[in-house]
């Protein structure tokens, strides 16, 4: 009797509706469209309130500057108001510098290079002219006339142009104040926030930011080291070479070297049609022999070599995250995209080893599993015992705070 009301039922079941692939991959979709919803609204705060998000994530990385030379002012006996400001100031003050050393010389050298520069914008519209592309110097101008026709009057494109400057001078003095309480209280402001989370949570979001932080901070002064060598390689070659501008031409290599893959390729481009402009083609391709061979040796030599512990991130992500920059925040976007790409790196590798840990009965607590420049599975016990203090051990920077 038993028997049969069994098989009364199993006849009575209906059948399934759908199969069960596609109901498996409508769970993923709609799941994957509610994160990506989710990812697109946070971009989309991000960019709107770009005058607050771009001067707090730029004070971040600058930090990982400032911080450990704030730390060392401190062990020898600053008050952390003192090393603050003396490191924020300094390397304003380094900078200003900088720039007032070049001044005199870029002006001089810009001066000697304008004949060579009319000369060369009068061969561009001889070859425009007598070239395939058939355009008078009458029609460009009329070109651009139609252009300017079709923008804005002067009087608003005049307002505009006072907008965008007063809010560049406003986001720069938000950085400069963000900089110096991120150096000064950055401890004190990561433990304000943990106390806010819940206590479950709060081991994983401390380790979490441990390992960003620290992933970070490698990873920009690593890429600071290298840029700084490209530049100093590429400043020799052209002062060998003799082409003009070689110190804006150096610095300007430096600033490229922080947009990784882009960066260098167009500040060497630069020095290259500089070294064009002042002695023609020969002296332009010696330029472009001493680019080449400068980055080919950072790439493949030092790069590899300094960055080792730094997080490791493919050609296509870096690519990638820099068009997105731009396209969000234009040049400073692009600047800014690498570093997070990093950080977001980092903390969803940390994530991931935690819950391996969690899953395999390891109890965890507030340091990071796999520091920034680790990589090792978590698989059983020996793993809880030998490899978060192998990571730590490779994890102590000098003068990296302590973000508990």
């Not at 608003?156 to 907008?163: N, P, Y």
Request: charged residues 15%; hydrophobic residues 55%; aromatic residues 6%.
């Amino acid at each position: 009797m038993a028997m049969a009301d069994t098989g009364e039922d199993l006849e009575q079941t209906p059948p399934p509706r759908v199969v069960p692939w596609i109901d498996t991959a409508a769970q993923y979709s709609w799941r994957g469209l509610v994160i990506i919803a989710a990812v697109a609204a946070v971009i989309w705060t991000a960019a709107f309130l770009y005058l607050v998000t771009i001067p707090i994530i730029l004070a971040i990385v600058l930090a990982t500057f400032c911080v450990p030379l704030a730390r060392r002012l401190e062990s020898v006996g600053f008050p952390p108001a003192a090393a603050a400001g003396t490191v924020v100031v300094g390397g304003l003050g380094l900078l200003a510098g900088a720039f007032a050393a070049m001044a005199p010389s870029f002006v001089r050298q810009t001066r000697d290079l304008r004949p060579t520069i009319e000369e060369g914008i009068d061969e561009f519209f001889v070859w425009l002219e007598d070239g395939p592309v058939g355009l008078s110097r009458d029609d460009v101008s009329d070109m651009i006339s139609n252009v300017g026709e079709q923008t804005e009057g002067i009087g608003e494109m005049a307002t505009s142009l006072v907008i965008a400057v007063g809010s560049v001078i406003a986001a720069l003095v938000l950085t400069i104040v963000l900089l110096f309480f991120f150096v000064k209280d950055g401890p004190q402001i990561v433990n304000w926030l943990l106390t806010r989370c819940p206590p479950e949570h709060q081991s994983t979001l401390s380790a979490v930011g441990a390992r960003t932080w620290r992933s970070l901070g490698g990873f920009m002064r690593g890429t600071a080291t290298v840029a700084l060598i490209d530049a100093i390689g590429i400043a020799i070659g052209l002062a060998i070479l003799g082409v003009p501008l070689v110190f804006p031409l150096a610095f300007l290599v430096f600033l490229g070297g922080f947009i990784p893959v882009v960066g260098a390729l167009v500040t060497g481009m630069l020095a290259v049609a500089v070294a064009w402009a002042h002695g023609g083609f020969g002296l332009a391709i010696g330029a472009l022999i001493v680019v080449l061979i400068v980055q080919q040796v950072e790439s493949n030599v030092l790069q590899p070599v300094i960055m080792k512990k730094a997080v490791s991130l493919h050609p296509i992500v870096i690519l990638a995250g820099i068009t997105a920059g731009a396209i969000i925040a234009g040049i400073i976007g692009a600047f800014l995209a690498v570093p997070v790409a990093a950080m977001a790196a980092s903390a969803s590798n940390e994530l991931r080893l935690r819950h391996e840990a969690r899953r395999a009965g390891i109890e965890l607590g507030h340091d990071p599993i796999g520091g920034p420049w680790a990589t090792a599975e978590v698989t059983g016990t020996e793993a809880a015992t030998e490899g978060p203090a192998a990571a730590d051990d490779e994890d102590d920077e000098p003068g990296a705070p302590d973000p508990t």
